[in-house]
């Protein structure tokens, strides 16, 4: 057991010796969301306007490759006062620099349900995450993303319909 601790500490601390950059921030963004229904909803489904807001940290593993981790506040879900999803996300993200403005993210992204009263949500739910930012400066950015649901984000209580959340996130943020 010892020699999996140390293993796991040496390689660690290797790889943040070897980071190029590590950088903070915050971040916020306007939320497009939808819910995705199998079978299809009889009943009407129109998307959210919501927002994001949240903080980050990047670290360089080299020039062009970083590894991003965020907590972010985000709303999502339907427009209809029922089919509203909250949540608190945390998504991890590969970025990829494509020049020195550019850089393209993949990745996963776990959500948590953060109101009580509204029991026809899961807990919690799993969705990939991409998107592409374009450095404005050295600090600035903006950025667009896009989720898409993996997970059923009903309870398992609600009889033969599933729905998966797709969100289309444009967002501004500052590096500290």
Known sequence: ????????????????????EVSYGVRAGFNISNLDFTPDATFSNQHRNGFAFGGFVDYGITENFSTYLEIQYSAEGA????????????????????????????????????????????????SGVGGVEYMINDELFIDARVHYGLSNILDEDISGLEAQNTTFQFGFGIKI
């Open 1 to 20: 057991m010892k020699s999996i601790v140390l293993t796991l500490l040496f390689v660690v601390t290797t790889t943040l010796s070897f980071s190029q």
């Open 79 to 126: 427009k209809a006062d029922d089919l509203r999803a909250d949540y608190l996300q945390m998504p991890i993200m590969a970025r990829f620099a494509i020049g020195e403005k550019f850089t393209l993210g993949v990745g996963p992204m776990v959500s948590l349900k953060t109101w009580k009263d509204q029991d026809a949500f899961s807990t919690f739910t799993f």
